[in-house]
């Protein structure tokens, strides 16, 4: 849906009248009264009817049906031409999870307008992009698993999570098999290269504002795509200062988490690559490497009468495959991912952290709006690992709450239906 507002519309919209005070300037005066202003609301809506459970750990997460929904949206955007190079572009962008539970999810927290992509910037034909606000990395932007290459775009597309926005998808958080260095940077700044020879290139910061107990844990990554036609390949890294592994809550079987920490850091490297044949036929592969520091306080002891501050790295490799077969309007799906053993574990033996996963099913396109699918996927957690279903995680302790958890070793399972509706 298409709409022409006037400029002055639009000012009320932009969270940053200086920035548009300085693009306006540049425009002749002649013209302002007649500056008209393209605006575009986009976005999808996905449902899921499901069975899951989770067994195997401490605390088992029983059988039991749900609707589910699959991190629809709904967005606005907009450009305006500043001069035959430039021009401003803006976005907000809202989610509508948990549509389905009136807005609330597992966790507690409520959705709202900008909690998505939201940014204002600009553009030059010859400079590249530049945007300030709450945007996906570089990390997952410009190589991401959630579409072509790079993006959170769903099943509206093949990419190397098939099952991106579903409960089938392997990647993209913190506790998914592959790519748990995605994420979407608060107060953050953004720049994408123009394409040249098939390579394009992009680097993100975010600023941690709050500096809670005194840490500086900004965020920053890097990335670099190769396009030539069918063949797609890409690398990044991820840097997370001041953050290490929670070895306190690991000990009590909270599961594997990342906190605070003076000292540490945890970086995220990955290469994606995927191919379309002529045949309709779809083939991506992945590896990342995590590589988490961690600082451990060790009180006296009998046989040691001082305090020691230990400190560290441990190491995990993820992987994934991904295929894919287009049958006229409908496609037949397969993925695997997997989590290697945790390289000098502090806690545990390192195959404890080990988990692997597995999606089938398929989708049928019924026309340009509206896509069917089905999925079976299934979670295999070692004693010490917690990887969960994709975009509706399952929580064996305290759902409801922001500690909310999914008990190590419980290994999650569903099979369901969905329907996506892209307007």
Known sequence: MNHSLKRSRLALAIASPALLGSLVAALPATVHAEVLVPIKLYGFLNAEIEQVQAKGGTTPYQSRGRVTDGNSRLGITGAFTVNDRLKAIWQLEGSLNSFD???????????????????????????????????????????????????NLGLSVTGLDLWNNTSAQLTGNSYSVFSRGESRYKNSVHYFSPELMGFSAAASYGFDESRNAGLNRGRMSLALKYRNGPLQLGVAVDQQQSTGVDIEHLQQGFGFRTMGQDGANTRFVKLVGSYKFPTGTYLGAGVEQASYGFTEFVPPSGTNFYPVLNSGRMKQTGTMLSLAQEFGHATLMFSAGQLSKLDKAVFGNEDDYKATQFSLGAKYKLNDTLTAYTYFTRIRNKPQQSANLG???????????????LSPGDSPRAIGVGLIANF
């Open 391 to 405: 975009q509706t995680p399952l929580y064996s302790v305290g759902s409801g709450t922001a500690d909310a958890y």
């Open 101 to 151: 539970q009136g807005g609330t999810d597992d966790l507690g927290k409520s959705q709202t307008l900008t909690s998505r992509n939201s940014f204002v910037g600009l553009e030059d034909v010859q400079l590249g992009r530049f945007l300030v606000g709450n945007y996906d990395s570089a990390y997952r932007s410009l190589v991401g698993s959630g579409g072509e290459m790079g993006g």
